[in-house]
């Protein structure tokens, strides 16, 4: 039996999750319904902003220039004036140049900017140089010293998928993993794709951007014949739920365990559910380490509001309610100076003083070392853990000789594969399952009608 302040722990770790429970947090959508109006093909067009990038996500880096940029090419790109309010071109072509230098306060209208073949979009000093194919829409955020840039490649959904496979996935795994990212990044880019033309956003002008918030994307720079052939031999190919096409979310790795959506998002997911990886798993290729000062520590929390200017933090620990059932915490309880002085706080805020950690799949004490305390944190796997597991589905394709279509089933409870293509020998059309719908279902059929 629990006794004393571990008591009082639990009982006000449960109180915090009826409380979260009644929050108004907005939910994140998790499928949407196809149109058959305006349906999605392979060649439909996705905007993807890859200039700016506001945070440090690998591999782009932080953007500290953010008001000018150069085109490259091997062969004069055709430009031409963009329109206003859309990333699209107006008119005729204006000139033709190998090398387009733009700076903000130089830019007095919108440029739309193709080029016959991959050309390089060259940023500040240190950061990596990206190829791309397509086209680029380019127009200026903001006026006088604070004005920006914001590029965004215009490409095919397919030319899109060919990179983001190989920016997610090792190249060299095997080519039934490769398949499973192809297909989960499709749906997921056909997901925003949907989900963009249902809100029809008046102050974003692209899709999704090319950051791990999205998908990892670095357009031509590292295809490989191995991915090519993964989105080619599943072209068209996404997943869907009940016919809608559902929030394909992917991590890198479960550390063994995935996650129930709910206990990350406060919402049900029919879809993805927990699932434990009882395939032969090497827990040490998954495991992390961390050290913060716990003065350090502390000094984040105070000025994240989380303790009062006169408050000392004595210690810290994951209380037994805090974790879910696949081991991921929730919660961590502030022991603070003073008799039973105790606050609870979410992993979020933990993760917000303690800086960037791989996952919430941790544990921690506190050690001493040259004469200061440190917060030690061991962990496990990376990413948020809902869905599918990328290291989990290399592991079920090289040792299991699962298919692409067994894994995708196994990470994505009840759900089917169909085709935006028109013919698929392989897989029934995402459309023509829609005729089969209940009267009630296809009253729901348009994005824009149910999801305005």
């Given at each position: 039996?629990?006794?004393?302040?571990?008591?009082?722990?639990?009982?006000?770790?449960?109180?915090?999750?009826?409380?979260?429970?009644?929050?108004?947090?907005?939910?994140?959508?998790?499928?949407?319904?196809?149109?058959?109006?305006?349906?999605?093909?392979?060649?439909?067009?996705?905007?993807?902003?890859?200039?700016?990038?506001?945070?440090?996500?690998?591999?782009?880096?932080?953007?500290?220039?953010?008001?000018?940029?150069?085109?490259?090419?091997?062969?004069?790109?055709?430009?031409?004036?963009?329109?206003?309010?859309?990333?699209?071109?107006?008119?005729?072509?204006?000139?033709?140049?190998?090398?387009?230098?733009?700076?903000?306060?130089?830019?007095?209208?919108?440029?739309?900017?193709?080029?016959?073949?991959?050309?390089?979009?060259?940023?500040?000093?240190?950061?990596?140089?990206?190829?791309?194919?397509?086209?680029?829409?380019?127009?200026?955020?903001?006026?006088?010293?604070?004005?920006?840039?914001?590029?965004i490649n215009v490409v095919s959904l397919k030319t899109y998928l060919l990179g983001v496979v190989p920016s997610e996935v090792y190249p060299?795994?095997?080519?039934?993993?490769?398949?499973?990212?192809?297909?989960?990044?499709?749906?997921?880019?056909?997901?925003?794709?949907?989900?963009?033309?249902?809100?029809?956003?008046?102050?974003?002008?692209?899709?999704?951007?090319?950051?791990?918030?999205?998908?990892?994307?670095?357009?031509?720079?590292?295809?490989?014949?191995?991915?090519?052939?993964?989105?080619?031999?599943?072209?068209?190919?996404?997943?869907?739920?009940?016919?809608?096409?559902?929030?394909?979310?992917?991590?890198?790795?479960?550390?063994?365990?995935?996650?129930?959506?709910?206990?990350?998002?406060?919402?049900?997911?029919?879809?993805?559910?927990?699932?434990?990886?009882?395939?032969?798993?090497?827990?040490?290729?998954?495991?992390?380490?961390?050290?913060?000062?716990?003065?350090?520590?502390?000094?984040?929390?105070?000025?994240?509001?989380?303790?009062?200017?006169k408050e000392t933090l004595k210690g810290l620990w994951i209380p037994v309610a805090g974790t879910t059932e696949s081991g991921r915490v929730?919660?961590?309880?502030?022991?603070?100076?003073?008799?039973?002085?105790?606050?609870?706080?979410?992993?979020?805020?933990?993760?917000?003083?303690?800086?960037?950690?791989?996952?919430?799949?941790?544990?921690?004490?506190?050690?001493?070392?040259?004469?200061?305390?440190?917060?030690?944190?061991?962990?496990?796997?990376?990413?948020?853990?809902?869905?599918?597991?990328?290291?989990?589905a290399a592991l079920l394709a090289s040792d299991k000789g699962w298919t692409y279509d067994q894994i995708l089933s196994y990470y994505y409870?009840?759900?089917?594969?169909?085709?935006?293509?028109?013919?698929?020998?392989?897989?029934?059309?995402?459309?023509?399952?829609?005729?089969?719908?209940?009267?009630?279902?296809?009253?729901?059929?348009?994005?824009?009608?149910?999801?305005?």
């Open positions: 039996m629990v006794t004393g302040y571990k008591n009082l722990i639990i009982l006000m770790a449960c109180i915090f999750f009826a409380q979260a429970g009644d929050s108004a947090t907005v939910l994140p959508e998790t499928r949407l319904p196809l149109n058959r109006v305006s349906p999605i093909k392979p060649g439909t067009p996705i905007k993807v902003k890859i200039f700016p990038h506001r945070r440090d996500y690998p591999p782009q880096g932080l953007d500290v220039v953010k008001d000018r940029v150069t085109i490259k090419a091997n062969q004069p790109c055709s430009i031409y004036q963009g329109a206003k309010n859309r990333a699209s071109r107006v008119g005729k072509r204006v000139s033709k140049a190998k090398t387009i230098q733009l700076v903000a306060s130089q830019l007095n209208s919108a440029k739309w900017i193709h080029c016959k073949g991959p050309a390089t979009l060259v940023r500040g000093e240190g950061l990596t140089a990206f190829r791309y194919d397509g086209s680029f829409y380019v127009h200026r955020i903001g006026n006088g010293a604070d004005a920006t840039l914001e590029v060299n795994w095997h080519i039934e993993t490769l398949k499973t990212q192809a297909v989960a990044a499709r749906t997921y880019a056909v997901f925003h794709l949907g989900q963009m033309r249902a809100k029809n956003h008046k102050r974003r002008l692209w899709d999704v951007d090319d950051t791990i918030a999205f998908q990892a994307y670095t357009g031509a720079t590292m295809r490989s014949d191995r991915t090519d052939l993964a989105v080619n031999s599943t072209i068209g190919q996404i997943i869907t739920h009940e016919n809608d096409v559902i929030q394909a979310y992917y991590h890198a790795d479960s550390g063994g365990q995935t996650e129930d959506a709910v206990n990350v998002w406060n919402q049900d997911i029919p879809y993805v559910k927990g699932r434990k990886e009882n395939f032969e798993f090497e827990l040490s290729s998954s495991a992390w380490e961390k050290k913060v000062a716990l003065s350090q520590f502390t000094a984040k929390l105070r000025s994240m509001g989380y303790l009062r200017a929730r919660v961590v309880t502030l022991q603070l100076k003073g008799q039973d002085k105790y606050r609870n706080i979410t992993v979020e805020a933990f993760k917000r003083a303690a800086g960037r950690l791989p996952s919430t799949m941790f544990s921690m004490t506190l050690v001493r070392e040259k004469k200061k305390q440190m917060i030690a944190i061991s962990g496990f796997g990376s990413g948020h853990g809902v869905g599918m597991s990328q290291q989990g409870s009840g759900t089917e594969i169909c085709s935006l293509k028109d013919n698929d020998a392989e897989k029934p059309n995402c459309y023509l399952n829609l005729e089969s719908a209940s009267p009630a279902k296809k009253k729901t059929d348009s994005l824009s009608s149910s999801h305005s």
